[in-house]
Nanobody, 125 residues
């Protein structure tokens, strides 16, 4: 099992940047595919970015070119760098994990087994 704790959310103006962090417990972090999802009020949870254990990445079209997901397997952390923020990026952001040794990344919430508690990101216009 793995436990996930997000941090780094907050309030930002449109056009600004924020960096989210996800800290994972456990000694086999590199064996997990990781992802970021978000959920805005009244909307379904949506995929943001995913990263395989070896560092391959995938992004939602809505954030491609603005957000970057990365991981540090030595520190058991995943980072989501968010640039050029827009008011529509406002949501609770969740970190997710799935045990996977195939080198794949995943973009559907049902493919992930472990979730953090979420961190709020609010972007003002």
């Amino acid at each position: 099992q793995v436990q996930l704790v997000e941090s780094g959310g907050g309030l930002a103006q449109a056009g600004a940047s924020l960096r989210l962090f996800c800290a994972a417990s456990g000694r086999t972090f590199s064996g997990y595919a990781m992802g970021w999802f978000r959920q805005a009020p009244g909307k379904e949870r949506e995929f943001v970015a995913g990263i395989s254990g070896s560092g391959g990445t995938t992004y939602a079209d809505s954030v491609k070119g603005r957000f970057t997901i990365s991981r540090d397997n030595a520190k058991n952390t995943v980072t989501l760098q968010m640039n050029s923020l827009k008011p529509e990026d406002t949501a609770v952001y969740y970190c997710a994990a799935r045990w996977d040794l195939s080198g794949r990344y995943y973009s559907r919430s049902q493919e992930y087994d472990y979730w953090g508690q979420g961190t709020q990101v609010t972007v003002s216009s």
